[in-house]
């Protein structure tokens, strides 16, 4: 961030959140020619919030208030019913599927960080034959979305018995993550410096020891951006697991909710449940991510000035 | 790359690990299989679902059931049939509906979501406005939506004895709109990408434009260029590699369109199973088990998305920074 100039003497600075910007005098925030931009804030606010404002006040309704009563205000409180629908309905097997998608996206998301973080480093840091074609090999791939890959990797799967129908037919190919791969040699090349590493091999410490113990602890925060980035794409997954699961107990909470939401004849009854259902999928995540926003953007402008 | 050699040729490291042309008295040591260990699990996850499941389709694409009697009574026999698979999807019209109908929705849903999310990201730079980091959780929001969960969401909007917008309209003596239709069901597919991506895209753009150096805007200042006039002439080709990234994600997802359409068919008659081509190679793959035709739809849907991803990072090429 840049120092104010001295020949500007009269600038304030504003801070909020850490973002301190300069603001020159002559600018009003409420100036009138400023209320056309506020407006457009304002109407795309209420666009994005919207939703999910009726989704909080639907999830407190019953069925017949879903129907017959205002869209955007409560009726009779029946969030503690719902919930207890929701979570008792076909013996609980919302909670199943919620755990289900936590394991997922949190181990899966987990795994498939650290060997994209192995294989980062070792791409930016290490000299070995084939490094130019794997880096080459992992841009490529990074452009392939795991949907393109879905039907794929269905019929090599139910090609390998006891495969399909298992946690490992969803969980395995979540470990694939060549955008994880990318950001963690952006990440590696701009902050483990090569005096480090070789100043910890003089030390005698062996490769992973110096991966291991230097390295990593210096990339944290790249590995939570690395993280997030395939969490959600975890979470968000749905054609993978509708092709290779078919036992509801496996399912994610996506695939779940979507089942109730194709059953023609139970929808009507199951509105409530469906719709509590996924504010309580939603929530969670939504609060994760406004927490750990900073992560998005450092990861998000790596990606794009490098890209 | 360039700097990762210079690094290493640089660096005071012993030999033997930093390069392969080992001197001779080190021939022995092993420490040139430490950087394959490293990249040994990624390569292996690589290779079995990416690789191999490519590979596979491919050869499955060449394949067909066939059966022996006229009668269809013998059991039936997979036999090579060449780029049979591939001449029959090409000529199949349920394919190309579905090309055609994920191309018009690009055409049209890309630049809206994109001009809409650099206004945003535009605004959330512009130090006259105020209360910017609540616009900007505000926008981003919904990508924390699961994109099955934002449309079975909008599907209760788009559903008329429940949706707050019909009953708006009935509430005015108006006909609600039909969100369902077969001529407006894409549009409101549209709507739930824009819905979901708007905020992520105008994220990528403020960081783009977060990082542009601010001596920039002292000298744009000084030679009296506005605000609007800075936007112009230095936020907007400044942050044209984010914009190109950002571009190229969603000409990719445009041709991927699945799960929106797949959750919506339950209530909208409108969707048919050659809907979007991945809707297609799912019902030929998936629901009529037609391993081969389907292996053919899908390396074709690749191909494709290669093709588009390819031509537009070329077209885009050497307008680097304006």
Known sequence: MATIPADLPNVPTEQSGGDRRQVLIGYKAWAPKNMVGYVFLIGMTIYFLTPLYWLFIASSKDNTDLFASFGLWFANFKLLDNLTQLFTYEGGIYLRWILNTVLYAVVGGAASTFIAMMAGYALAKLRFLGNRLLFAMVLGAALVPLTTLAVPIYLVESKIPGLTHTYWAVLLPTLLSPFGVFLARIYATASISDDLIAAARVDGASEFRIFWSVALPILVPGMITIFLFQFVAIWNNFFLPLVVLSDPTLFPVNLGLATWSFDPAAHELLNNIIVTGSFVAVLPVAVLFLFLQRYWRAGLSLGSVTG | ?322
């Open chain 2, 1 to 322: 790359m360039a700097t990762q050699t210079e690094h290493v040729a640089a660096s005071p490291v012993p030999e033997a690990i930093t390069s392969r042309a080992a001197k001779p008295r080190r021939t022995l040591s092993l420490a040139w299989i430490w950087p394959y260990l490293f990249i040994l699990p990624f390569l292996l996850v690589f290779v079995t679902f990416f690789v191999a499941p490519f590979v596979y389709d491919i050869i499955q694409s060449f394949y067909a059931e066939k059966h022996a009697g006229g009668l269809g009574l013998s059991p039936p026999k997979v036999v090579w049939v060449g780029l049979d698979n591939y001449v029959q999807a090409l000529h199949d019209p349920g394919l190309w509906d579905g090309f055609w109908r994920v191309f018009v929705f690009g055409i049209v849903q890309i630049p809206v979501m994109m001009v809409l999310a650099l206004l945003i990201a535009l605004l959330m730079d512009s130090v006259v406005i105020r209360f910017r980091s609540f616009f900007r959780l505000a926008a981003f929001v919904p990508y924390a939506v699961p994109g099955v969960v934002a449309a079975i969401l909008w599907g209760f909007f788009y559903t008329p004895g429940i949706s707050p917008i019909s009953q708006a309209f009935r509430s005015a003596q108006l006909t609600p709109p039909d969100f369902l239709g077969p001529s407006t069901i894409l549009w409101s597919i549209a709507n739930i990408s824009t819905w979901v991506y708007l905020g992520y895209n105008m994220l990528i753009f403020f960081a783009a434009m977060q990082a542009i150096p601010q001596e920039l805007y002292e000298a744009a200042r000084i030679d009296g260029l506005t605000e609007v006039g800075i936007a112009r002439h230095i936020k907007i080709p400044m942050i044209f590699p984010a914009m190109r990234l950002g571009l190229l994600f969603s000409i990719i997802g445009s041709i991927q369109l699945f799960n929106e359409p797949r959750i919506l068919e339950n209530i909208s008659g409108a969707i048919n199973e050659h809907f979007t081509p991945n809707i297609f190679a799912y019902n030929i793959a998936y629901i009529q088990s037609n391993y081969y035709y389907g292996g053919a739809i899908a390396a074709l849907i690749g191909f494709i998305t290669f093709v588009f991803s390819f031509a537009f990072m070329t077209l885009t090429q050497g307008k680097k920074r304006g």
